[in-house]
């Protein structure tokens, strides 16, 4: 027991000192645009930089540094269609890192809360993936959020992972195809129109099936 309560301890001095070096320390100034940009440049002529940006997405994942620097250089330097697969790739591997690491430090968490803490455990066991899901499709809390939270509240594994997966994909396709489409060669007003219609409706359709599943979910809910 002392042994798993050392390292417990030891995972959240890494974690936290690891959030508070990147945000709080001279780290954060290589987080600029023009550092970004740089790195971009460097990127596109190194075989193994797919490899690249995915461990560093997924590291970001752990230390919540913005999904959305990691997706835009993707579709920046590879254009939308291999970033949006070197994007999910990094962010699935550090959504399954950050979960497990939120799991092993929350243990026995929710159970200090008593009755709430069950009503809890309840809720994510009943509809975890639903709510997930609406979680990842609508702006919130930052994705490393969502990741240490389903972790601490013990949500099924399998529900977490296709739930994370369908509800940022719309995302990131979203970004990438913005970053491919601005900053990669000069389209013509036809191209730009068809690029911006398509953006659009993936972003309605965003908000539709968010709205659809919030109405079936408390439908559910009520029902139950």
Request: aromatic fraction near 12%; hydrophobic fraction near 55%.
């Amino acid at each position: 027991m002392r042994a798993r309560r050392a390292i417990k301890i030891a995972t959240l001095l890494v974690l936290v000192g690891g959030i508070a070096a990147i945000y709080f320390s001279p780290l954060r100034d290589y987080l600029t645009r023009e550092h970004i940009y740089a790195a971009v440049e460097r990127m596109r002529d190194l075989w193994y930089g797919p490899l690249v940006l995915i461990l560093s997405y997924a590291v970001g994942c752990i230390f919540a540094i913005p999904a959305s620097i990691f997706i835009l250089a993707a579709g920046v330097i590879w254009g939308w269609k291999l970033g949006v697969v070197y994007a999910m790739c990094g962010a699935m591997l550090g959504a399954t890192a950050a979960y497990f690491a939120g799991r092993f430090l929350g243990e026995g968490v929710l159970e200090r809360f008593g009755r709430a803490g069950e009503l809890v455990a309840k809720q994510v066991k009943h509809s975890g993936f639903v709510s997930m899901l609406i979680a990842r499709l609508i702006p919130g809390p930052p994705f490393a959020v969502w990741n240490y939270a389903a972790g601490i509240a013990r949500m099924n594994f399998v529900e977490y992972f296709f739930a994370t997966l369908l509800g940022t994909l719309p995302a990131h396709i979203v970004f990438a195809y913005c970053a491919d489409a601005l900053f990669n060669g000069t389209m013509t007003h036809g191209e730009a129109m068809k690029r911006f219609s398509i953006v659009a409706v993936l972003l309605i359709s965003m908000i539709v099936l968010t709205t659809i599943l919030k109405r079936r979910f408390a439908r559910n809910g009520v029902n139950g």
